[in-house]
Nanobody
Framework: QVQLVESGGGLVQPGGSLRLSCAASGLTFTFSSYAMSWYRQAPGKERELVARVRKGDGSTNYADSVKGRFTISRDNGKRTVYLQMNSLEPEDTAVYYC??????????WGQGTQVTVSS
């Protein structure tokens, strides 16, 4: 059974930082074969891509709204992907989801972790 378990969410003041983690287990193929992404969904809005780290060269891309503030990374040995979030803004408030994607064949989602940015 595939599991993507997110952790690290919570309540933080504007300007603060959080680090999200997503631990994968039960994947059909090796973790390093998957592109790993973080998405988020705010109340009343569609789910949007926040950041992605690809397999192989580990290249990354980010939503314009988080460039320079968020950093995605992966540890293939630990089967874990991270999202370091700095300079958080109230607009970053959302449920953050981990996503694993394999060659248009397989896709998995975590259950989500709430991030709330408020004073």
């Amino acid at each position: 059974q595939v599991q993507l378990v997110e952790s690290g969410g919570g309540l933080v003041q504007p300007g603060g930082s959080l680090r999200l983690s997503c631990a994968a287990s039960g994947l059909t193929f090796t973790f390093s074969s998957y592109a790993m992404s973080w998405y988020r969904q705010a109340p009343g809005k569609e789910r949007e891509l926040v950041a992605r780290v690809r397999k192989g060269d580990g290249s990354t891309n980010y939503a314009d709204s988080v460039k320079g503030r968020f950093t995605i990374s992966r540890d293939n040995g630990k089967r874990t992907v991270y999202l370091q979030m700095n300079s958080l803004e109230p607009e970053d408030t959302a449920v953050y989801y981990c996503n694993a994607f394999f060659q248009s064949l397989l896709e998995y989602w975590g259950q989500g972790t709430q991030v709330t940015v408020s004073s």
